[in-house]
């Protein structure tokens, strides 16, 4: 391991907090464990994160239907899907323990018994019938689901990576049973895809293909994707074949209109399951960006996120808080020309120039801007670079085109 590595989920933590990305939840009453609240420039790592997942997986597709179910589902959803008798994690003393969260809906002898979802999936599948009848697709097509599940972890540890509330995004896509290796390999290729794209260190990811006896029962092949956490090589993502079992045990079933033989013949298909955690992914991207370099002696920390990742794209500052010349003009001719294109802007003026620069390499600003005494006579701005620290004069009126062309 190496010297960065030694502390660096401490560094991690303590940036989150410090920084406003992300707190502990429950924090002022001690705690609840297992559970985060997302602050301001956290939550805009995960949108962003989210909508890149969304876009390319929904919006960029044509055989792919959006959903978002209730977390609250009948009882006999989860009997049927199997994890009422065996969604159970092994105890300290051997004693199997089932992960879902019960409650009750409704009051008094009238209440039935649910479960918070354990998962996003069962959501999909038990929406497959609306999902044809409303949109008639022919196969193969998906379904994609963005939400919130929750596992009652009997050992919820490593800040984001094991939590008892969390989000997935999953697709499950329906094949002929007779193609669903050319559709693994599809899916595995596309995870990777997007894990690059996202900008996740890829020289930390590794498949593992999980062996008979462990995996999930519903699957018939399962790789893990993992990620060189720094408390060990650990689950990031799964891509399942899920087989015909959810359809099955739902007994749902698709009218295929072309087969070989012709005319209208009923089948079950086959799904393939790309499923993956929100929470994790973050951790992994916080992880694969933290940078630290030495610049005059000092250490320096960075995020050295995609600009397409950051939470904020850039920062505006006057270079001095208490000259109104200064501020009249970053904030009407700058902050509001750059924040109308780029939404994800910040106004800067606390603390020295130094200080700024260091939280927004924190926050993993790419570009600082500076509005200084010479902007007043030529309308150029300085804009800091956050990877090199380089610093350039650029014209106001080519600021919009500067930025778009980096990012
Ligand atoms: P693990 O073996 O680590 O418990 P799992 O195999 O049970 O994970 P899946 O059921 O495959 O996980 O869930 C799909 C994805 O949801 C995982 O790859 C992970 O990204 C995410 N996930 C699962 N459990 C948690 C959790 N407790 N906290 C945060 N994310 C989770």
Known sequence: MSQLDDNLMEKIVSLCKRRGFVFQGSEIYGGLAGTYDWGHFGLALKNNLKQSWWKKFVDNRRDMYGLDAAILMNAKIWEASGHVAGFSDPTEDGKQFNVMFKTSIGAGEEAAISYLRPETAQGIFVNFKNTIDAFHPKLPFGIAQIGKAFRNEIAPRDFLFRQREFEQMEVEY?????????????????????????????????????????????????????????????????????????????????IDEDPPAGGGEK???????????????????????????????????????????????????????????????????????????????????????????????????????????????DDTVTVRDRDSGAQERVKVTDLKKYIKERI
């Open 267 to 377: 089948i079950v298909p086959h799904v393939i399951e790309p499923s993956l955690g929100v929470d994790r992914a973050v951790l992994a991207l916080l992880l694969s960006a933290y940078t630290e370099d030495e610049k005059n002696g000092e250490v320096r920390t960075f995020l050295k996120l995609k600009p397409g990742m950051a939470p904020v794209i850039c920062a505006v500052s006057p270079l001095l808080k208490n000259k109104p010349q200064l501020v009249e003009y970053a904030n009407a001719k700058v902050f509001a020309l750059l924040k109308e294109e780029f939404g994800r802007v910040a106004w800067d003026d606390n603390g020295n120039i130094g200080k700024r620069y260091r939280r927004q390499d924190e926050i993993g600003t790419p570009f600082c801007i500076v509005v200084d005494f010479d902007t007043l006579e």
């Open 174 to 254: 329906f094949v002929k049973s007779t193609d669903w290796e050319k559709y693994f390999e599809y899916w595995r290729d596309e995870m990777l895809s997007w894990m690059e794209e996202v900008g996740l260190n890829m020289g930390k990811i590794h498949e593992t293909e999980i062996s008979d006896q462990d995996r999930a029962h519903y699957s018939k092949r399962t790789i893990d994707f993992e990620f060189d956490f720094p408390f060990g090589k650990k689950e990031l993502f799964g891509l399942a074949y899920r087989t015909d079992f959810d359809l099955k045990n739902h007994k749902l079933e698709y």
